[in-house]
């Protein structure tokens, strides 16, 4: 996440980042605990890792799963908000990992480029870059910084919102479905339509990924606009 983009998780934001976050994806929890699963089935159960968390600022849902799962892998987790960051430690704390997490305020530019880390996540970062160009730049930075074959997981949102009307239908329904009167509704369909720049399709998400370094990504998690894949790193650079 770039630190333009990050202005939007503000305080009041970050207050209600948890409730919104699971009511926006449906299985917001089963994305996080498979994207654990899907790192340590490409890394091998057991093996020390250091895993770099880009965007990592809210619940550190990603981060508790894989902690738990992984007793011998460390992180370092970057996010440009102040209040987004802090409340990603708090629930690190509460969760009783925090010793295994280094955190940073600021961008993947702030952390040293050498290759170093042996697998990444990136959740819910994506969607909220303008361009492909920066798109391209912050998956270009991740890859920098892993080791060859290294896996990534990436998920966000994906295909123009405005061209899957049932799909957007079926959203502003889940947020009915939790207690949300119309005007909130409306409200939180007017912030998703206006406040995120998904890839156009998932073969737009492979063409990030693949010209950024990564080899061709497989998805393992899909929620309406949602999907998630792991990519990993190509072994060789021609």
């Given at each position: 996440m770039t630190e333009d983009s990050a202005s939007k998780f503000d305080a009041s934001r970050a207050g209600e980042y948890a409730r919104q976050s699971r009511i926006a994806l449906a299985g917001?929890?089963?994305c996080h605990e498979l994207s654990a699963c899907m790192l340590?089935?490409?890394?091998?159960e057991g093996q020390p890792a250091r895993v770099l968390v880009v965007g990592a600022g809210g619940t550190a849902g990603e981060i508790i799963a894989a902690a738990r799962l992984e007793p011998e892998w460390s992180f370092v987790a970057v996010d440009p908000s102040p209040p987004m960051l802090?409340?990603?430690?708090?629930?690190?704390?509460?969760a009783g990992v925090s010793d295994r997490v280094g955190t940073v305020l600021g961008t993947v530019a702030n952390i040293d480029p050498a290759p170093s880390f042996h697998a990444a996540i990136m959740i819910g970062v994506?969607?909220?870059?303008?361009?492909?160009?920066?798109?391209?730049?912050?998956?270009?930075?991740?890859?920098?910084?892993?080791?060859?074959?290294?896996?990534?997981?990436?998920?966000?949102?994906?295909?123009?919102?405005?061209?899957?009307p049932l799909l957007m239908a079926a959203?502003?329904?889940?947020?009915?479905?939790?207690?949300?009167?119309p005007d909130e509704i409306q409200s939180k369909m007017s912030k998703i339509l206006q406040g995120a720049e998904p890839p156009r399709s998932e073969e737009a998400v492979i063409a990030l990924l693949t010209?950024?370094?990564?080899?061709?990504?497989?998805?393992?998690?899909s929620s309406l606009f949602w999907g998630a894949w792991l990519a990993r790193r190509i072994s060789t650079v021609t």
């Open positions: 917001y929890d089963a340590s089935a490409a890394l091998g802090e409340l990603a430690r708090t629930h690190l704390v509460d994506l969607h909220h870059l303008p361009g492909d160009a920066v798109k391209r730049d912050i998956l270009a930075q991740i890859a920098m910084r892993l080791l060859p074959g290294a896996p990534l997981v990436i998920a966000g949102n994906y295909r123009a919102y405005a061209s899957q959203w502003a329904t889940r947020w009915r479905m939790n207690d949300a009167g010209g950024a370094g990564f080899e061709t990504p497989l998805r393992f998690f």
